[in-house]
Structures are given as structure tokens and as C-alpha cells.
């Protein structure tokens, strides 16, 4: 630095003075920042002279004064605030990795071809490399999390919640008790990536009013996506939720929960405590959710001021006041998603109880929300305010409702998934995902006929059947599967396509059967058949 001095000293005989900040500050060495330096009006065209400080030794940018004078080194601003971007220190500053690892400070200069500021300078920490189970926190190199310990240290570690920060999981992590991650007064705004990977047994819990409790307890900005929240134990007060507590704003996308949430006060959801100003996509919950003695209950959401669409909830709610299968109160704009909950049991004889949300005013804005019927609502009735939505049965057994009918992207985001009778959306890719509706869900829907609504209709008699049942449809029929209730599989007949099949059905019990037609076309159709 002191031949560059000796060049400035001879060529002006006063430097302007000058103020610098940088954002980050203090510069994180592995990371872009962003300088501002304040001082005179030295016109429109200002450059940046730089350098770096490592020990005693100073490497410039540009090499030497005169270098500086080009477009990499231009300042944007005008009259006295003047700003450069630095992407990556050590290509810019031409440095080696041993280099940069010591430097310390970096300086800097703004100038014209005739006039200059003093030296300033902004000090320079050590970017954490290798941190958790590797990786350097940027876009192009995320933090890999594989090992509880990481989960552990993230969770205390805020200089990796900012938004400039990246995680991914590269492996199922089993949690345990922690302090999630964030607060509601230093919420995490980085970048979560689950991979497709689950945060199993989480347990986090605080008694505090005010506090927001989740896996994440409050995101601000931040991005979340690909994640399970498997078996979670959260217990909370104020702002309640499987996967976040409080959401001020940011993406949560292609995420499920389950488990328990208990809250003791405002704004419990199976996924997300209050959604604040969020855009929540893609998402379902199967946690059950309790909060006996307040407001805002949801089976996804408790309250919801955001964007809500493509998403259901399956979980037991038991609820105090404005309590709905999706949310508990909305008062932003829910789409193209679905309520088919166990039960909903409410504590009181509240007036905001419902299928699909808890209130139905005019700042309730939903399109396309579609509940089970027949879900359950235990000692009380349903309110008459609530949000009940357009009530299915059994084409909430259909992947053309969700992907025709709501829209859902089954090509990428989806994946429709059979098992025995019982046939459900998880998300695809992800691990860990279970059927999320319960036996009485699938036993309480009304008699089935055609599931897919593409399909031709089945011709089945005699039902109630005694020793043989007919199954005719005009499209071929490639298999035939009965099945119990409890999903059973009791005979199976591949058909090769005949238009007419007949079962023997006399020496079942008696009761009632789930009869699945799969068709040449690929569609498939179940219908309930009584044995007499």
C-alpha cells in the first residue's frame, strides 16, 4: 500500500473525507458484500481503488493507482453516496485460498481522474467453511446437513439464518429435543432445502406468551422447501406450528407435517401457527392439533394472512373458537386446497366451527377449496358463519379432483399414490410419507361408484351379492381386486381387457367391500359392494 500512497501524495494535495459501510458488515470472506462510501460530490464518474489487508502485506484490485480507472472498478450513485458490489473477494481481489483466509481488512478509495477520498476501511471475518456436515453456506456450495449435532448447531448459530445463507439436508435427520430454529424477535431468512429428506422426532417447546414455537419458531423471507416434519412434538402458547411457528413472509413450498401441535393460546396449525404474509404451496399436514382455550385452529394453518393453494390437511383438531379443517381463521387468500380431517372436536359452543376454515366473512377469500362431508364434529354442531367450502366424498378419492378439477402439477410435484383401496396425493420425491387419512375417512364416504371422473360408468349387480357379482363396462377391464374396509386384499382377477367379469363373492362374510376396477385406459374405479 505504500507505493500506492506515494503516487496519491504527489498527485492531490487534500482527500475528501469519506464514510464506508458495507453490507454485510462486518464482510463475511466467503460471501458477496457491498460497499457505500459517503462523501463529496465527486461527480458521475467514481471509481473504486481497493485492496485487501493480510497481516502486513496489501494486494490491490487493480494491480496498481492507474488500473482502477476501468468499467470492473465504476461506482454506481451519484452526489456523494457512491456504491460497488463485490461478487466473489477472492476472484476480484485476485487472491489464492491461502489468502484469503488471512485477510483481515479490506480498504478502500473513492476516485475520479482528478480528485479522491481518504482511505477506509471495513474489517473482514472468516466465512465458515466445512461448517456442520460440510459445504460453505452459499448458492453454489450450501451447508450440508446430515447429523443431529447439525440441526443442534444450527439452531444456535443466528450468523446462518440471514438471507444470504444456503442449507441442504443430505440425509434423514432424527431431532430430538432442541430450541428450533429462530425467534420470533431474530427470525431465520436463509435458504432450506430438505432434498426430499425428513426432520424426524423434533420436540420444541416454550411457555412464554408472545413466543413462536415450530422446527423453524419464525421465518422472515426465508425459503423452505422439500422438507418432512415427521412425528413432531410441539407444544407452544402464542403462534404454534409443526414447521413454523410464526411466518412474517417468504416461500414455504413442497413440505408435510405430522405429529402433534398443542397450543395454549392464539394461532395453532398442523403445519404453520399463523402464516403472516407468506406464500405457502403444496403442502399437507397430518398432525393433530390441540388449542382448547383460544382462537384460530387450523388443520394446515391456525391463522392465515398470506397465500395459501394446492395443499389438505387430514389431522384431529380439537379446538376452542374459529377452528377449520385448513385454517382456523383466513383473512388472506386460500386456493385449490382440501380439508378431509378426521374429527374436529371443539372445547366450547363456539359460533366459528367448521369443515374447511373457521370464519366466512368478507375477508375470507378462498377459490377452489373443496372439505369432506361427512367429517366428523364431535360434542357440538357446526357453525353456520364457518368457511364448510364445496363438499366432495368420493371424488376426494380421485386424482382428476386434484388434477383436473384443482390443478395440481402431478408431472413434478405430485405423486398419486395406491394401496389396496386406499388412494391419496403425497409429494414426490419426498421420504417418510404415510396414507393420511384414517380407516373412518375412507369407511365414512358415501357409496362409491366411479372414482375417476374420466372413467366410462361400471354396471355392478346383484349388490347387495349373495354368491356371484357382474362387473360390465365399455371400456375393457384389465383387473379386478376386492378388498375389506381395513384394506384387505380377499380376491384378485386379471381380466385381460373382457368387457364382462364375474366374481365369486360366496364365501366371504357378510359386509361391506371395496370392488376396484382398473380399466385398459389406465383409469380406475371402486365402487362398494354389499355381501349379503
Known sequence: MLGALTVVLSAYADWEQASVTTTPSPIVSTKPFEVTIQTSDLGSDVYCYTWVVIGDESIAASGDWGGSLNAKFKMTGSAGTYK?????????YGLTEAQLE????????????????VDSYADVVQGRKNAYSGGEGTAQSPFVLKTTDDILALSTTSMDWTDDVYLIMGADITVGEFSGIGTKSS?????????????KNASVSNTAIGTSTGVFNAIDGATIRNLGVVDADINGTTFTGALVGYAASGTVERCFSSGTVTGTSICAGGLIGENAG??????YSTAAVTNENDYATGGLVGKNKGVIKNTYASGKITAYNYAGGLTGANYGNVAASVAINASIEPTSNGAYIARFGGNNNKQNSTSGTLSWKDMPVKGASWSGYGDHSADHNSNLLSQSTYSNLLGWDFADVWEWRTEGSHSYPVLAGLNNQKDPATDEFYNGLSSVEIIDTDCQKLSVYPNPVNSFVNIEAGKGIENVTVYTLSGQQVRKAECGGAATVTIECGDLTRGVYLLGVSLSDGTRAIEKIIKE
Open 84 to 92: 460497488l458490489k463485490v461478487d466473489n473477494i477472492m476472484a476480484f
Open 102 to 117: 488471512g485477510v483481515t481488512k479490506i480498504g478502500f478509495i473513492a476516485r475520479t481522474s482528478s480528485n479522491q477520498t
Open 187 to 199: 427470525p431465520f431468512k436463509g435458504n432450506f432445502d430438505g432434498k426430499g429428506y425428513s426432520l
Open 278 to 283: 407468506a406464500t405457502v404451496s403444496d403442502c
